[in-house]
């Protein structure tokens, strides 16, 4: 168990694997700030012979943020749902917004997550979008008044390459002075 905090914690139903993995790596390989985070997802964080119980309670107690990937199976399931109300458990009011629903399916939104703003990855047009909005809140970035004059998409961004960002608003490593 690293002594280091993760950034991200991802919590979701095993069907939904692929796309909690593919989120996972945008998350981890994005550009934006130069800055990386660290992503708990269970089956590739967990080693074997370790009590995994004991890691998924520390890593989602530490975790500055948790998704929680949201399908209809997810909300079916016991360790996603337990997940889920440990999450909302210590930021209930979503005064922090700590705990970030990702809808992934349609699916009705519990009473404890629907006042909260959520990530839709729903629709395929919107999916580098939001993951940008996403990326920019995980890193502490404000988001941009106008999400069109900050991306430009590298072509073959679907095949799984790095994105890049190019906006001179960015917060920069230079400490300037006015």
Same mark, same amino acid.
């Given at each position: 168990?690293?002594?280091? =905090?993760?950034?991200?914690?991802?919590?979701?139903?095993?069907?939904?694997?692929?796309?909690?993995?593919?989120?996972?790596?945008?998350?981890?390989?994005?550009?934006?700030?130069?800055?990386?985070?660290?992503?708990?997802? $269970?089956?590739?964080?967990? @080693?074997?012979? @370790?009590?995994? #119980?004991?890691?998924?309670?520390? $890593?989602?107690?530490?975790?500055?943020?948790?998704?929680?990937?949201?399908? =209809?199976?997810?909300?079916?399931?016991?360790?996603?749902?337990?997940?889920?109300? $440990?999450?909302?458990?210590?930021?209930? $009011?979503?005064?922090?917004?700590?705990?970030?629903?990702?809808?992934?399916?349609?699916?009705?939104?519990? =009473?404890?997550?629907?006042?909260? @703003?959520? #990530?839709?990855?729903?629709?395929?047009?919107?999916?580098?979008?939001?993951?940008?909005?996403?990326?920019?809140?995980?890193?502490?970035?404000?988001? =941009?008044?106008?999400?069109?004059?900050?991306?430009? #998409?590298?072509?073959?961004?679907?095949?799984?390459?790095?994105?890049?960002?190019?906006?001179?608003?960015?917060?920069?490593? #230079?400490?300037? @002075?006015?």
């Amino acid at each position: 168990m690293p002594d280091i =905090p993760y950034d991200v914690f991802i919590s979701y139903h095993h069907t939904d694997e692929k796309d909690a993995r593919k989120l996972e790596s945008k998350i981890k390989n994005d550009t934006i700030g130069g800055k990386s985070l660290r992503v708990f997802i $269970a089956p590739w964080t967990i @080693q074997p012979g @370790q009590n995994f #119980v004991t890691i998924i309670e520390d $890593a989602l107690a530490r975790a500055t943020f948790v998704l929680l990937i949201l399908s =209809p199976e997810a909300l079916k399931a016991d360790w996603p749902t337990a997940e889920r109300a $440990a999450a909302i458990l210590s930021d209930p $009011a979503g005064r922090l917004g700590r705990v970030i629903p990702v809808l992934l399916k349609p699916c009705k939104l519990p =009473p404890l997550l629907s006042f909260r @703003q959520y #990530v839709d990855l729903m629709a395929l047009s919107k999916y580098e979008a939001e993951t940008i909005k996403l990326i920019f809140r995980l890193k502490g970035f404000p988001l =941009p008044k106008d999400m069109k004059t900050l991306l430009k #998409v590298v072509p073959g961004l679907s095949n799984g390459e790095p994105l890049v960002i190019i906006n001179s608003s960015m917060p920069d490593d #230079v400490d300037e @002075q006015i």
